[in-house]
């Protein structure tokens, strides 16, 4: 089976190949259960939870090992942008207000949008995603004071194109939690 | 206030906002920013509020009133020592 939009999304921000016996088959994990519990729709296996990381997440995570599932497209291959851009941004992306300033000097806030993840997903989503390509940040990574290497990340800090972007991000298949958020911090940021 | 000074050409677009930000390469209405240019820090970015990933990260928000532009510059674009 060949994975294609809001089922791609997910396997690249929160998914990964494990092999056994020789052969690759596709694991997501996640904390929230809306993730690993869409691939039941796709997949015979069977969502379970696990106390992988238990210690650095404080609770249990959700996993499904998609045994059936032994390949995902290669980011040119996928077909429904908007479906894909909309997984990984629901689990890699942050939207909050952020303080701003105007031409007087006087500060304001605004929203903003970041996403995080490799260059390559940054660059794929510069490509496609309806704003002005961004300069893609190189964030050093520090936890507990050890390096463990760089992230890169996307700002979008102009409400409209925020909005452009959820806009067009936007379909049935999505996490309802996210969205609600998502839609309650622009509503207030509007009444402003 | 802390400055910074930009260690290569960067370059700087209008938003749908009408906002000047960084953008990744030069359009055709872009400006070039040249190496050197010096930038007020007005904060720094050092967290990804996610606890899923760990607290972690640097990014600074910095300004320049010649450009008229109050953007996050990455660590890489900056010199060391200035």
Request: contains cysteine.
């Amino acid at each position: 089976m060949m994975l294609d939009g809001y089922y791609a999304g997910i396997a690249y921000a929160t998914g990964y190949f494990a092999i056994e016996n020789n052969k690759q088959y596709l694991v997501v994990r996640n904390l929230d259960d809306w993730y690993v519990k869409c691939f039941e729709n796709i997949s015979k296996y069977k969502a379970y939870q696990s106390l992988h990381k238990l210690e650095r997440d404080r609770k249990p995570q959700w996993c499904i090992k998609a045994r059936d599932i032994n390949c995902i497209p290669q980011l040119a291959e996928v077909k429904s942008l908007n479906d894909f851009c909309r997984a990984y941004i629901e689990i890699h992306g942050i939207l909050d207000m952020a303080t701003s300033k105007n031409r007087k000097g006087e500060y304001f806030k605004k929203p903003r949008l970041r996403i995080y993840g490799s260059e390559e997903i940054m660059t794929f989503l510069n490509n496609n995603l309806p704003a002005m390509p961004k300069k893609i940040q190189y964030i050093k990574n520090n936890v507990d004071d050890k390096y463990i290497g760089q992230t890169c990340a996307l700002y979008y800090q102009s409400s409209e194109e925020i909005s452009a972007i959820l806009r067009w991000i936007d379909g049935d298949l999505r996490n309802e939690k996210i969205w609600a958020k998502w839609n309650n911090l622009l509503c207030l940021n509007e009444k402003e | 206030m802390i400055k910074v000074k930009t260690n290569k050409d960067l370059y700087i677009s209008k938003n749908l906002n009408d906002l000047m930000e960084f953008i990744s390469k030069p359009f055709s209405d872009s400006v070039t920013i040249p190496a050197g240019t010096e930038f007020d820090v007005e904060d720094i970015l050092i967290d990804r509020s996610d606890d899923t990933w760990g607290s972690s990260g640097t990014a600074l928000y910095c300004s320049n009133d010649e450009y008229d532009i109050l953007d996050y510059i990455s660590l890489d674009d900056i010199e060391e020592n200035c």
